[in-house]
């Protein structure tokens, strides 16, 4: 395709520098660009430079935004693929998307609120309230009605309940588990015996339990249940009226080598020209990586097409103008995005956004927002490398577990000091309340849906293949799957490209 590129511009009397032929390779139709791109100079330079490009993708928008109705499709279009493995069910006719007016809430983001200076005041106030929060959605729970302070419960010898952030886990030679458990009276050590099913619990760091059972007289706390605070009990999916379906993705990692041009370019030509399943797509969640990014792990520069953290944001953007006017997007950051890595993160910087139709909208990471009534919680993941690593049983092939977890921990990254950078803000925003109705994560390139006590959980995929960092690390992507969720049923499927 390069080849043909250089070709194609040179029997026009134009040359490109690398970076103008890695940003056209991005596109679907590479050369429908380059003959869209050509259009746009009244007089084509020399050589063809990211800046030419830039310069034209800007005017092109700014038409675009103009005369929305003039807005040019691309010129070939790769033919449609049958549906896969959407159910007959999902194929009923609905009313298209285009009829839905735009129903989008942004219910809680840090975007605009951030505090947090990172001092050690700081962090102690973060703690602070995210033991007073998780305590209180722990008190709710009957076996902890009489739940008493660490100091106290100590004390007694007869069975006691109290509620604490662990702050060390263990496992003696024996098989036992011993965790360290602290309110802001004492702490305990707490023994989880190898004969019990609390000795297989995925009890993590800094996470916030409730625990029950009885002092011995050694000061060793004998525990009978670990509570988590969890979901209490199933709940129903709240039902829109209409067929509005949202579509979820993630980890696009435009600029990197490994970004699946193909694959994208047959998910964008079904978008625009496909079947009543795509025809129902009313929304686009991202959740994260929707780049590659610059400089996020060592030697990272030999394995971009596009250096330059403005291009790579500017082809995405070309990508997304592609695709259907009704579809609207909400973008979240993820660990490669230009933003503070420290979770929450706040939505791209207004440089970046407005390098985007007026169709996208910025959040941060995490996000919870109603689309129709319907609660999505979107979060990108980064905190599963440290659930994989603190946890034998989840694995990265396997993301939905994880999710379940953080679900039972009513916390999205409780384990401080890991993988995760965490910023001290003066509340916590990475515990799960509300409870959302969908929970959507990315991060691990995998993909999947599933269901915890009623909540979707969607795990959403990657369009970028196999890197050198995976491979050495053993993880398998399972790239180019859509996740696709109907807002009236609660009813998810994957669509493969
Ligand atoms: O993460 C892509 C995948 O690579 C995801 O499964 C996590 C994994 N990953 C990322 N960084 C690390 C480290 N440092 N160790 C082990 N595994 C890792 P992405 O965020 O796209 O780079
Ligand atoms: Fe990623
Ligand atoms: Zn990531």
């Not at 009313?95 to 839905?100: F, K, L, T």
């Not at 970046?352 to 959040?363: A, E, R």
């Not at 977890?405 to 999205?412: N, T």
């Not at 269901?451 to 959403?460: Q, W, Y």
């Amino acid at each position: 395709m390069r080849d043909r590129i250089l070709s194609f511009l040179s029997e026009r009397g134009t040359l490109a520098d690398e970076q103008a032929v890695a940003y056209l390779l991005t596109q679907a139709d590479p050369i429908g660009a380059a003959e869209r791109l050509l259009r746009s100079f009244s007089d084509p330079p020399m050589v063809i430079t990211l800046v030419d490009i830039r310069a034209a993708v800007a005017i092109a928008r700014a038409a675009s935004e103009r005369a929305p109705a003039l807005r040019p499709t691309p010129a070939l279009l790769p033919a449609p693929r049958p549906l896969g493995s959407i159910p007959a069910s999902f194929r009923e006719t609905v009313a298209p998307a285009s009829d839905v007016a735009e129903d989008l809430r942004i219910l809680k983001d840090i975007t605009g609120h951030s505090t947090c200076e990172g001092t050690l005041a700081d962090f102690a106030r973060y703690f602070r309230h995210r033991f007073h929060t998780i305590s209180r959605l722990l008190r709710s729970r009957p076996e902890l009605a009489g739940a008493m302070e660490i100091a106290r419960a100590k004390k007694l010898t007869r069975d006691t309940a109290f509620i604490g952030m662990v702050t060390e886990v263990r496992t003696t030679k024996n098989g036992h588990r011993i965790l360290e458990v602290e309110d802001e009276t004492d702490s305990a050590a707490v023994l989880l015996p190898a004969d019990s099913s609390l000795a297989s619990d995925a009890i993590v760091n800094d996470e916030v339990i409730g625990v029950a059972g009885r002092s011995n007289d050694r000061g060793l706390f004998i525990a009978k249940s670990i509570v988590h605070p969890d979901l209490p009990t199933s709940k129903a999916f709240p039902r829109t009226d209409g067929h509005v379906r949202v579509a979820f993705m993630s980890d696009i990692h435009v600029g990197s080598r490994t970004f699946l041009a193909d694959r994208w370019a047959k998910f964008e030509a079904w978008a625009c020209d496909g079947d009543e399943v795509a025809r129902s797509l009313r929304y686009l969640v991202l959740s994260g990586d929707v780049v590659d990014g610059i400089g996020v792990y060592p030697r990272q520069d030999e394995e971009l097409v596009l250096d330059d953290i403005y291009a790579q944001y500017e082809a995405l953007s070309s990508m997304l103008h592609e695709l259907p006017d009704h579809l609207k997007v909400i973008l979240s950051p993820g660990n490669h995005d230009a933003v503070r890595p420290a979770e929450p993160q706040p939505a791209l910087p207004a440089a970046i956004q407005k390098l985007f139709d007026s169709n996208v909208t910025f959040v941060g990471n995490p996000c919870t927002m109603s689309l129709h009534g319907v609660r999505i919680l979107a979060y990108h993941g980064r905190s599963m490398d440290d659930f994989v690593s603190a946890v034998p049983a989840l694995s990265y092939a396997r993301p939905l577990d994880a999710m379940r977890e953080m679900l039972r921990k009513r916390h999205l990254a409780p384990i401080y000091g890991g993988k995760t950078p965490i910023a001290p803000e003066s509340e916590d925003h990475l515990i799960i309340d509300p409870v959302p109705d969908i929970f959507v994560t990315g991060h691990v390139h995998a993909a999947g849906v599933g269901e915890h006590r009623g909540v979707v959980l969607v795990n959403s995929s990657t369009w970028q293949a196999q890197t050198s960092f995976q491979k050495m690390h053993n993880i398998e992507p399972v790239p180019a799957r859509l996740p696709i969720v109907d807002l009236h049923t609660g009813e998810a499927v994957v669509k493969a490209f």
